[in-house]
């Protein structure tokens, strides 16, 4: 009967999570030896154990496939067993699993070994991303060097991935179809679990245009000031190499001479964390030191054994940041080259949010140790960060001695926060957006470049410094492109941690409407065991219930919007109002004169 076969189909299932999380042990690690010593032999031994363990998930999967779970009265049951008959890209016959792993693994591997000569000194050709050409971008303001590094990085980590990338696509497309998707694209909007995302994020960039077209306008003028009307134009896209960002994803760099007050008393918080000799490690305490001021949980002494949080002398490692959880309960790390400026402490929080969801939900189901959806995993550690990058907790940890918040520089602060966060969303939403066309075959190979470009112009308003061809592969540039990684997540936290940093900021008594005393911007969750349970309540329940649940759980809101973003923003968006208007400068961008299509 029924109930017999639903608790069978309970005893199970228990059995497989339990073998899914050696399995996963022993994929992890295999992959972490890997991309913390890049070897031929260790890229071998890699895709040899991810090969068996494809077989053995392969041989469950048919199984699983058996029981009628679909009649089940338990949710949670139903639940699992839904999740664990998605096989991936496992489902693709052995010699084409093989190749699959094989051309990604040579994607990034180039994107991570790859070196340029330096602008300075031609015959210096060893700058690798980190830290060599992330220290140019973040300092140089010469816009010949900064020119010459984006086309060499471009050159060396992008175009000599496009037939990899090719092979890539095709066999992932046949992998999503062998998991019942039409195509990739479709299996990758299928982890948000509802039909309309991929609408729903079109509408939310509607939400956030207006104010990143006011910011955009104001940052080329500051540009145009600086670099001169023959570099940077008066009504058109900007130049993508003199953001401070190779990829312009970020544009904290170029912060220091663009901000609205520049009399203004700046907080320079690298030079702070140089003159007080901060190191890799003290950035990770300090982290883990916040976390733990909620309530949250400490880093296990596995953690600070394990993890790699400095770039390795004697051999090449992939130093583009992560965090592993190795599915045992105990084992947790993040493998990062971290630099001792400010935008490193952003990211240490960011992987260590990460960490801190692996071990709030490690008691959950091995199927169901993931994020509600791959957004809130990305979010975590971004909205600790906000109350971090706050005045107040600067000052607290002694990282600033700016004097206390008035118009201006609450102007100043919103306006660091904003080249951050507001022009992040159309960088995020082009990347996928760009792949989205790939996988559906709407981008042939011979249109990539064409397309990515006219993506980075229309929605970001970028051009590039010099003319593209399809010889380039831009794209393959960034990371998350090379390394087969989906980007929709970063767009999606970008929003959410918005909704979460203002719940929580009421939760802790930081942050009451209305009242100016208590403003958003100045919050600081630091300490508050309120916020912290609440936090901890949404992240315990990994991906076990949809994530309308855990968003309401924390929020209140079922809804992702972008309505957090915009309250927290509302003083900049109108100040760049006046001041566009002030200036005359023209809102939005004309064609670019840049050939690339
Ligand atoms: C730090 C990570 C590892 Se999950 C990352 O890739 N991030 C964090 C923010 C956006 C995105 C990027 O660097 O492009
Ligand atoms: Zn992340």
Known sequence: DLEALEHEGQEYIKTLDVATGFRRNRASLAEWAYTSNITKENEERKIHIQLEISKEDKVAWEETKMYKWQDFQDLSLR??????????????PDDKYKKFMQVISDMESN?????????????????????????????????????????????????????????????????AQLNDFKNVADWWLSEYEVPDFEAQIAALWEDVKPLYQQLHAYVRKRLRDKYGDQVVSARGPIPAHLLGNMWAQTWSNIESFTRPYPDKKEMDVTQAMKDQNYTALKMFQMSDEFFRSLNLTAMPELFWKNSIIEKPSDRDMVCHASAWDFFDGKDFRVKMCTSIDAEYLETVHHEMGHVQYYLQYKHQPVIFRAGANPGFHEAVGDTIALSVSSPKHLRRVGLSNGEAEDDQTEINQLYKMGIDKIVFLPFAYTLDLFRY?????????????????????????????????????????????????????????FIIQFQFHRALCQLAGEYVPEDFTKKLVDCDIYQSVAAGNALSNMLKMGSSKPWPDAMEALTGQRLMSADGLLEYFRPLHEWLQAENQRTGEHIGWEPSKMQYC
């Open 79 to 92: 639940r699992m067993f839904k999740k664990y008959s998605q096989l991936g890209a496992s489902a693709l």
């Open 111 to 175: 994107y991570a070994t790859a070196k340029i000569c330096s602008y300075k000194n031609e015959s210096k050709c060893d700058l690798s991303l980190e830290p060599d050409i992330t220290e140019i971008f973040s300092k140089s303001q010469d816009p010949e060097e900064l020119k010459h590094t984006w086309v060499q990085w471009h050159r060396a980590a992008g175009a000599p991935a496009r037939d990899n990338f090719t092979e890539y696509v095709q066999l992932d497309n046949e992998a």
């Open 437 to 493: 066309g790939v996988f559906r075959g709407t981008t042939a190979p011979e249109d990539y470049n064409c397309h990515y470009w006219n993506l980075r112009e229309s929605l970001q308003g970028m051009e590039p410094p010099v003319n593209r061809t399809e010889e380039d592969f831009d794209a393959a540039a960034k990371y998350h492109v090379s390394a087969d990684v989906e980007y929709a997540r970063y767009y999606v936290s």
